[in-house]
């Protein structure tokens, strides 16, 4: 079983405990502090345990050439790369704000770092964990600086191979033991081709000391829903409050019903995930006492006679008696009282 580990006050991962469950708001908020609010809230309602959101230090994250060149895409909030990354980037004050929303109306709230001078920002801040977004995955300075800060760490693995991911563990296990990986392919919206789920158990086995979990942007929610069943115990998913927003993110979000169904529906396969062992449960003592089959006598029985297999068949009896998978071992026996055709044999009738 993977270690478990506090990821914000008073909430474990991993082991037993119930799956973390992330909306991601990113920038979905499309500049406006008020719709971020409103974003938070619906996480909060819809049952999920973190609102986050993204933190960029611009001139520390792009050059000056990545902020200067044209943006044409019909998702550009202004006529450059920087003109438009600067409209979606809230301020210090306005991150201090969200989180004290956050704080009020009881959802745990924390962004991705997307540079190291945002990293100290949200240090600063007081977040509950780091999250590592899969393009700072193989950024082993950043990922040194931040594991050193002592904060537990999400970190996402798209675009990344399983032996970048060995490095990535290796750099962060020396300085911070308390971290997790999502299986993620970095693809919005993703086709579900390129899930690669099975990459969830194959996490386990490679890194069997830390919980493992998933970051999803398809469509829908049954991929993500499948993710818990086979073991994550975080799991991320972009929200929007309409799909038709401007940005490219939306299409890969889940609007509010979306969100409210797949939290419900985390909940249920968690519950029906139930126990490893096999046994008969008390909720089933109703059928097999109406259907559950017993050892019988085949034929009439004398006192004294040693059970033969041609003696024997199994049949719904009343009383119930000697369970069917026993019947070869009542072979041999000695039968101790006088028995009708299809009556039932007991453990009190068998001797020795």
């Given at each position: 079983?993977?270690?478990?580990?506090?990821?914000?006050?008073?909430?474990?991962?991993g082991?037993?405990?119930?799956?973390?469950?992330i909306?991601?708001?990113?920038?979905?908020?499309?500049?406006?502090?008020?719709?971020?609010?409103?974003?938070?809230?619906?996480?909060?309602?819809?049952?999920?345990?973190?609102?986050k959101f993204?933190k960029?230090?611009i001139?520390?994250?792009?050059t000056?050439?990545a902020?200067?060149?044209?943006?044409?895409?019909?998702?550009?909030?202004?006529p450059?790369?920087?003109?438009h990354?600067?409209?979606?980037?809230?301020?210090?004050?306005?991150?201090?704000?969200?989180?004290?929303?956050?704080?009020?109306?009881?959802?745990?709230?924390?962004?991705?770092?997307?540079?190291?001078?945002?990293?100290?920002?949200?240090?600063?801040?007081?977040?509950?964990?780091?999250?590592?977004?899969?393009?700072?995955?193989?950024?082993?300075?950043?990922?040194?600086?931040?594991?050193?800060?002592?904060?537990?760490m999400?970190?996402?693995?798209?675009?990344?191979?399983?032996?970048?991911?060995?490095?990535?563990?290796?750099?962060?296990?020396?300085?911070?033991?308390?971290?997790?990986?999502?299986?993620?392919?970095?693809?919005?919206?993703?086709?579900?081709?390129?899930?690669?789920?099975?990459?969830?158990?194959?996490?386990?086995?490679?890194?069997?000391?830390?919980?493992?979990?998933?970051?999803?942007?398809?469509?829908?929610?049954?991929?993500?829903?499948?993710?818990?069943a086979?073991?994550a115990?975080?799991?991320?998913r972009?929200?929007?409050?309409?799909?038709?927003?401007?940005?490219?993110?939306?299409?890969?979000?889940?609007?509010p019903a979306?969100?409210?169904e797949?939290?419900?529906?985390?909940?249920?396969?968690?519950?029906?995930m139930?126990?490893?062992?096999?046994q008969m449960?008390?909720?089933?003592?109703?059928?097999?006492?109406?259907?559950?089959?017993?050892?019988?006598?085949?034929?009439?029985?004398?006192?004294g006679?040693?059970?033969?297999?041609?003696?024997?068949?199994?049949?719904?009896?009343?009383?119930?008696?000697?369970r069917?998978?026993?019947?070869?071992?009542?072979?041999?026996?000695?039968?101790t009282?006088?028995?009708?055709?299809?009556?039932?044999i007991?453990?009190?009738?068998?001797?020795?």
């Amino acid at each position: 079983m993977a270690a478990e580990f506090e990821l914000c006050p008073g909430r474990k991962i991993g082991g037993s405990n119930p799956c973390f469950i992330i909306a991601e708001i990113g920038q979905n908020h499309q500049g406006d502090i008020e719709i971020a609010k409103k974003m938070i809230r619906m996480a909060k309602d819809c049952g999920a345990d973190c609102a986050k959101f993204q933190k960029s230090e611009i001139e520390h994250r792009f050059t000056k050439h990545a902020l200067e060149r044209p943006y044409t895409s019909p998702h550009a909030w202004g006529p450059t790369y920087g003109a438009h990354k600067h409209h979606l980037e809230f301020s210090h004050q306005q991150y201090r704000e969200l989180q004290q929303y956050a704080n009020d109306i009881g959802i745990f709230f924390t962004a991705s770092g997307m540079d190291e001078m945002a990293i100290e920002f949200l240090h600063e801040i007081n977040v509950p964990f780091f999250k590592v977004a899969s393009a700072d995955t193989n950024n082993i300075p950043y990922l040194e600086k931040t594991a050193k800060k002592g904060r537990p760490m999400v970190i996402s693995s798209g675009m990344q191979s399983m032996e970048t991911m060995h490095c990535v563990y290796q750099t962060v296990k020396k300085h911070n033991p308390n971290f997790t990986f999502l299986q993620c392919t970095s693809a919005y919206p993703l086709p579900i081709e390129h899930v690669n789920l099975s990459l969830i158990p194959k996490f386990h086995k490679e890194f069997p000391d830390i919980p493992i979990g998933y970051s999803g942007h398809e469509t829908g929610i049954h991929v993500s829903v499948a993710a818990v069943a086979l073991g994550a115990k975080v799991l991320e998913r972009h929200v929007t409050l309409d799909k038709t927003w401007k940005g490219s993110d939306h299409a890969a979000s889940l609007e509010p019903a979306e969100l409210a169904e797949l939290v419900r529906a985390i909940r249920t396969v968690e519950m029906a995930m139930g126990s490893p062992i096999k046994q008969m449960l008390p909720c089933e003592a109703s059928c097999h006492s109406k259907l559950g089959k017993s050892v019988v006598a085949r034929k009439p029985l004398l006192k004294g006679e040693i059970l033969t297999l041609d003696m024997l068949t199994v049949k719904v009896a009343e009383p119930q008696g000697v369970r069917p998978e026993n019947i070869f071992k009542l072979v041999g026996k000695k039968i101790t009282e006088n028995l009708e055709k299809d009556a039932t044999i007991t453990d009190a009738m068998i001797d020795g």
